[in-house]
């Protein structure tokens, strides 16, 4: 049964959107993603700052509207950085449930598009999964089960699914297993301690399947304060060589978060149909770039 929000801040729930797009509702259905597909070979960049791995890796990106907005960039950062073959089906409003095989219809994501059914038939070298946590009742997998209503239970919960989630994307691996990345995501305004644990729940089931986390988070978070929201940050090395992304030169400060959306890193307003970021957006950008890092380094490991 499909149970109404409960969000403790009106503000929250227009805003957070349970991590899909502000204007839908959870009565609307979920819409097709946008899918990037490539395997397409990239020049090389002056300003690369990871090197090339040895071969170049297959990389499946799963998640929900913080991964439907950077999809695209981050498929060029991988493609430039490590020549590698992307894939992505991420769904706005989605958790960690929605991916697991045997939901039924108590899930925003279509069966083949579940993961292990994507790892049968791409067989990627790297699963990045990137979730905000679902804390709110949008999404039907997770009966109703909210941070607000009842925090242990959600905390058990979540664990849970992380490992279904990563036995299923194993199993589907066979004797190839691929290697699974959990983002760890930035500050949450509402919460702050809610993305924590949820963040520690991510490098306690990474250190006990021998996967890795990407710590994009702490790219868009305050230096010195990992889980204080900011709305801007200093220009970092690379906004400063690109210009572009440091959009408040004079200030010497860049913006993750437009005034009336504390959750996303899109710099254009969210609309009723998720689709990749269409605009420059720098938290967007840190994001990916820590992503393709972390990737670059497991690819280098023995």
Known sequence: MRKPWIVGVLLAAALLGACGDPESGPEAAPPS??????????????????????????????GDSLA?????????????????????????????????????????VPDGDKAAALVRALHPDFVVLQFWGNAWGYTWCMDGIT????????????????????????????????RIVWVAQGPDPITPDRVRRVNELYAKQAAASGDVVADAGAR?????????????????????????????????????????????????????????????????LRIAREITRTIAAGTRSP
């Open 68 to 108: 439907m907005e950077a999809q695209k960039v981050l498929g060029q950062e991988l493609r430039r950085e490590l020549r590698a073959a992307y894939t992505s089906r991420p769904y706005s409003g989605t958790t960690v449930c929605d991916y697991l095989e045997g939901t039924g219809a108590k899930s925003l």
């Open 220 to 284: 868009v978070s305050a230096a010195g304060d990992r889980y204080a929201w900011v709305q801007y940050l200093p220009c970092d090395a690379y906004e400063h060589e690109h210009p572009d992304y440091c959009t408040q030169p004079g200030r010497d400060r860049t913006a993750l978060h437009l005034d009336k959306d504390y959750l996303h890193f899109c710099l254009a307003p969210t609309t009723a149909t998720p689709k990749p970021c269409p605009v420059r957006s720098p938290g967007i």
């Open 33 to 62: 993603p946008a899918v990037v597909t490539t395997h397409q070979r990239a020049a090389a960049s002056p300003s690369a700052t990871v090197s090339a791995p040895v071969r170049a890796p297959k990389v499946l990106y799963l």
């Open 147 to 178: 941070h607000a209503g009842d925090p242990t239970t959600y905390y058990k919960r979540y664990r849970a699914d992380m490992a279904r989630l990563t036995e299923q994307i194993a199993a589907a691996g066979g004797a190839v297993r691929p």
